[in-house]
């Protein structure tokens, strides 16, 4: 009979007879199967088939691994799994860093938002660190989690700041649920949301209150030899850096400096501080953990009331729709999100 | 021949740009961005190359590369880009950061 382990089994049982396994085996076989066509070569491409399948126990399903590209990059990245669920911590940094920043990321969406995993249906989280060589960069790959060691001029190694992990674990996120389009003002508000839970993921770890934290994005990934303290900055977009080598942080904190342009996919990594701005501003009025209220709000807006197109103006209305339909017409977490959004210029 | 060349987004959305003229470079220079010039095809690409799944973060390139009465510009992004296109991009890359490093003494 089938043996619930964890190890990942990849290309021992065909897809089809687990997704089979999946819908018609016991519990533990069901719970076992979903774990292994989730494992991340059964998934590529194959989310439909996926969406057609019973969503997993209701207890979260956390299940890690990390693997190794060895700087050889490739797309889909390459490297074999050195790490696994529950293993004892690696002498790689890098490693531990990837299943610690996945794991805390997980418990935030879990514990807080009773969302398990990635797609809500208990999928495995899969990173790969060591991509390429000299790489300055991180990114969702729309499977799973790429990193980057930075090219040790401008920036260190990607899998240092937890903040940046739940940011591209949360563009996975937001892939499975709202889908914002990347581009423009729905592709900036895609890269709000993953510095907002980005954000979360860190406040939540260091236990710091609304008030306490830096709301910084990326703080210690770039080197000394930079001049400025991290990639951007929640409570005052555009003062995140200033240097001659990379000139000075370009993001708007209100609509009247919304900036247009071709590049970067039309601004998402500039505009999304107007959004980043509000959800800010709304945390800190409404006080105490942001990821309490503030992101309850955000969360459930970016699940059940954006869609790909959405604008600031719809996230606007979203957030305040949610707030009110959970604190109630006239609350001041309502309230509070009302003037985040007029704050910035947006309603 | 002249080239300008952007890189932009990223999850740190910096942007690196450079622009040069074969004429100030270096023959052997000169002579292997032509070959990739050449060997891209790149008066004949597509303005614009996009992924059917567009993944966030990923780094996102202009370059314009004018020769005597032709100018073409491509706009491309990092998971679609061509293999044919790939040296060329490297090379801009890799020059446009060299550069900038310059600025800082
Ligand atoms: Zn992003």
């Not at chain 1, 207890?59 to 590209?69: A, C, E, F, I």
Request: include cysteine; charged fraction near 25%; proline fraction near 5%.
């Amino acid at each position: 009979m089938l043996n619930a382990t964890n190890s990942p089994i990849r290309g021992i049982i065909p897809p089809h007879m687990l997704e089979e396994i999946a819908k018609r085996g016991t519990t533990r076989q069901k719970d076992w199967a979903l774990h292994n066509l989730t494992f991340a070569g059964f998934v590529r491409g194959q989310r439909q088939a996926m969406a057609a399948l019973p969503t997993a126990a209701a207890v979260g399903h956390k299940y890690r691994t990390v693997n190794d590209n060895k700087h050889e990059g490739g797309n889909p990245p390459t490297g074999a799994l050195v790490f696994k669920e529950g293993d004892p911590a690696s002498a790689d940094p890098a490693v531990n860093e990837a299943y610690d920043g996945a794991g805390a990321t997980y418990d935030l969406y879990y514990d807080v938002y009773q969302r398990n995993s990635i797609d809500n249906r208990g999928m495995s989280i899969v990173s790969f660190v060591h991509y390429e060589s000299n790489f300055n960069n991180a990114f969702w790959d729309g499977s799973e989690m790429v990193y980057g060691d930075g090219d040790g001029d401008i920036f260190d190694r990607f899998t240092k700041c937890i903040d940046v992990i739940g940011h591209e674990l949360t563009h996975g996120v937001t892939q499975h649920e709202a889908n914002l389009a990347y581009s423009g003002q729905p592709g900036a508000l895609n890269e709000s949301m993953s510095d907002v839970f980005g954000s979360l993921v860190k406040q939540r770890v260091l236990n710091q209150t609304a008030d306490k934290a830096d709301w910084l994005i990326g703080a210690g990934l770039l080197t000394s030899k930079i001049q400025g303290q991290a990639l951007r900055s929640m409570k005052a977009p555009g003062t995140a850096y200033d240097d001659p080598v990379l000139g000075k942080d370009p993001q708007p904190a209100d609509m009247q400096h919304y900036v247009k342009t071709s590049s970067d996919n039309g601004g998402v990594h500039i505009n999304s501080g107007i959004p980043n701005r509000a959800f800010y501003l709304a945390a800190t009025a409404i006080g105490g953990n942001a990821w309490e209220k503030a992101g309850k709000i955000w969360y459930v807006a970016l699940r059940d009331r954006l869609r790909s197109n959405s604008t600031f103006k719809r996230a606007a209305t979203a957030t305040i729709s949610v707030a009110k339909e959970l604190f109630g017409d006239g609350s001041n977490e309502m309230k509070a999100v009302q003037d985040a959004w007029k704050g910035v210029g947006v309603i | 021949m002249k080239i300008s060349f952007e890189q932009s987004g990223g999850i740190a959305g910096l942007r690196f740009a450079t622009t040069l003229d074969t004429a100030g470079l270096p023959p052997e220079d000169a002579q292997k961005l032509r070959r990739m010039v050449d060997e891209a095809d790149f008066f004949n690409l597509p303005a614009r190359i996009v992924s059917p799944r567009p993944q966030p973060d990923r780094f996102q390139y202009k370059l314009q590369v004018q020769e005597s009465s032709r100018q073409h510009t491509v706009t491309v992004s990092e998971e679609a880009l061509p293999t044919s296109l790939a040296p060329l991009v490297k090379w801009l890359g890799e020059e446009a950061r060299r550069k900038m490093r310059e600025k800082n003494p």
